[in-house]
């Protein structure tokens, strides 16, 4: 009895002793956040002593434990053994400018029509050091981004950019759409550039000293080889996304808004996620001098458009019968009218992610067909795939164009059996 007492005591201090710390560096970094928004033009100094037991502790708990590792194979399990003694450590190595960036381990994940997208796992520690630096650089620019970004930041997602996109083209006056992809952006970043963005509201050389060394850091491919590379952040990196915010910000949302919009002659709209974005204008005339102009504005930071996957559209209601449509974050929008006659702007799974979909699932089945299966229950009806917004039957379009076909990719598979291999796996769902 007195053993699990002073079990229960323990972890009530030191879960006490979590909300200290988190609530510590929660206020230093709300005292960040209202600087910043108070005044645009300031630069920061000395955030590199922010990264300390308390901010890297608090880095931890935000960290994917069941991630792969890095070079070093050091797993999150091994490294939280002796947690208090290795940050401190690293803290030490960080003070006294030991610290060093590990390579980068390089892996392939399959992309559409058989491309692979490659992706940079760093090390724990370097996961680590990077979540708190993240950390100070979104508290620092999310006082600066536009409304119309909206990837990789607090309180919203893909979806919150669909339904802005979608009520925009809606409502407002907008005619022609810009539908365009940056080929190989967090492979083409320009890391003078990505410095000097930073020196615009960070006056720390120690800090951007780090963020240089996980720009130049070497890559371990699969292979073996090693490359040094000269451009570009390894996109799965946990500072990867907010430094990807922060140079199109400047790259693309400033110029839209302090240069475009003033010389158009009608309405202009951005919508972006991440490197992903779609652009609306009223008029054909200010479509056309933007995708003109986007080309030569993007190659100024080592940028270049994927030509096949940009183009300008007629995007109005009046049009219907055109058929015309564009795909933006995996779905698919065109005009249309409900069952009432009235004009909507209809969304289903686009062609592209709907057969990526099917593949999976064909793949998993081949996979798994040596499984001793008691039971397996498809279920048919797509009343229960409507509670997922984004689902392949999610979507108001998608119900139409699914209603009355067989059971394909995006619906629920129900398996029940007594292996071992699939006994974690019982009364799940896997969407496919």
């Excluded at 000395?46 to 890297?56: A, G, P, T």
């Excluded at 979540?131 to 893909?158: H, M, N, W």
């Excluded at 793949?363 to 499984?371: G, K, T, V």
């Amino acid at each position: 009895m007195g053993k699990g007492l002073t079990a229960v005591r323990s972890l009530q201090r030191k879960h006490m002793l979590d909300s200290r710390v988190r609530e510590h560096v929660q206020t230093s970094l709300q005292g960040i956040a209202k600087k910043a928004r108070q005044d645009g033009t300031y630069r920061f100094c000395d955030v590199y002593r922010l990264i300390n037991e308390e901010m890297l502790l608090v880095a931890w708990s935000d960290i994917n434990k069941n991630a792969s590792s890095g070079v070093g194979r050091v797993t999150a399990a091994e490294y939280e053994g002796s947690l208090i003694e290795n940050i401190r450590d690293l803290v030490r190595r960080l003070k006294e400018k030991r610290y060093k960036a590990k390579l980068v381990r390089r892996v392939y994940i399959p992309k559409a029509e058989g491309r692979q997208r490659p992706l940079g796992i760093p090390a724990l520690e370097d996961k680590l050091v990077q979540s708190a630096a993240a950390r100070i650089l979104t508290v620092i620019y999310e006082q600066d981004f536009l409304p119309c970004s909206f990837g990789y930041r607090p309180k919203l997602g893909p979806l919150d950019a669909v339904k802005d996109i979608t009520d925009t083209l809606f409502w407002e006056k907008y005619t022609y759409v810009v539908e365009a992809d940056i080929k190989g952006f967090y492979d083409n970043i320009d890391h003078d550039w990505m410095i000097r963005m930073l020196e615009q509201r960070i006056d720390d050389k120690a800090f951007l000293n780090l963020i240089r060394k996980w720009l130049k850091v070497g890559v371990l491919d699969t292979d073996g080889r090693i490359i040094h590379p000269v451009t570009g952040t390894p996109q799965g990196g946990i500072v990867s996304p907010v430094l990807a915010n922060i140079y199109l910000y400047y790259a693309l949302d400033l110029w839209m808004k302090k240069v475009v919009k003033p010389r158009c002659e009608g309405e202009a709209y951005l919508c972006r996620y991440a490197d992903d974005f779609v652009c609306a204008f009223r008029y054909k005339a200010d479509a056309d001098r933007f995708y003109e102009a986007l080309r030569g504005r993007l190659g100024k930071f080592g940028l270049k458009l994927a030509e096949d996957k940009t183009r300008i559209i007629r995007f109005t209601r009046f049009r219907k019968e055109e058929k015309a449509f564009f795909e933006f974050l995996g779905f698919e929008f065109r005009w249309a009218v409900d069952r009432k006659v009235r004009d909507l702007i209809k969304r289903r799974t686009s062609r592209t992610s709907f057969r990526k979909s099917l593949r999976t699932f064909k793949e998993w089945i081949q996979e798994n067909r040596h499984w001793r299966m008691r039971k397996r229950v498809l279920l048919k009806s797509p009343v229960r795939e409507f509670r997922t917004p984004g689902s392949v039957r999610g979507q108001l379009g998608n119900r139409l164009f699914y209603r009355d076909r067989p059971l394909q990719a995006g619906t629920r598979v129900f398996i029940f059996s007594q292996s071992p291999d699939l006994r974690d796996a019982t009364h799940r769902s896997k969407l496919v």
